[in-house]
């Protein structure tokens, strides 16, 4: 059984028409599943953008830095919100968990066949059912049985491009799941695989390895990509200088915090401003 507390607003669903509310609303604070059933969007993320059309099935994992979304005025599209605690006690199966989010990590957009659409309107109906049943008394449990089944749908429909990724056992998933969490945690101000391994229990090399075998990157690339996201939410904000955010971000100096800035975005942090103040 579920060991957290389970709260109304641990899954909530919505339909961007019906109930005057968007996805971009809840960024960071939930998964957000949406289901575009007309109209067109588009978003930005990790620096690179994403069109949203009808039949597209679109993912936004906690941690993602989504921006600039953009929706058509005929935009039709339910979507799914579920909260980190939720879905980790909801989990059916740790390695194809593991694939999954890393597919879903670079593939954030994915086009519905019709056999496949039908499949996740089903979900998302016995969803709304359930959750308007609030007087049940297993309601928990039966929303937790929905997640799981609706997690191996959508597994069922990724399933050929996630098993292009390399096979990794059910301990090296679990290894591979507490180094995201890890990383979602601490890579703003630790950029060393040593810190992650130490915390882990692992040597360094074994980590890598796992990493790489779990998700075709090293373990730096998964590192380095939190740690931009934050370098670059904190360059947008204008009031903070570079020194500053150096300290913030625990670079020995604002030389370094300088050099890693150039390296993970191609210019350096006042070329990147100097750029966001173009845009305006």
Known sequence: MESHNFHEGDILLFNTRTDKTAPADYVGRYHIHILCHKGQARFCMAEKTFRIEADDFVIWQIGSDIDEVVCSDDFDADFLLVSRNFLIENNPETVWATKGYVYIKHNPV????EQDKALCDADFFRFREQLAGKD?????EILGRQMQIFLF???NIYAQEINKLQQVSSIQANLFNRFMDLVRQYAAGNREVTFYSEKLCVCPKYLSEVVRKGSGKPASYWINGYATQEIVALLKKP???LSEISERLNFYNQSHFSRFVKKVLGVSPSEYRNELEKKK
């Open 136 to 140: 049940h008394l297993f309601r928990k």
């Open 110 to 113: 994915f086009h519905l066949n």
């Open 153 to 155: 749908d959508l597994w």
């Open 239 to 241: 009031d903070l200088t």
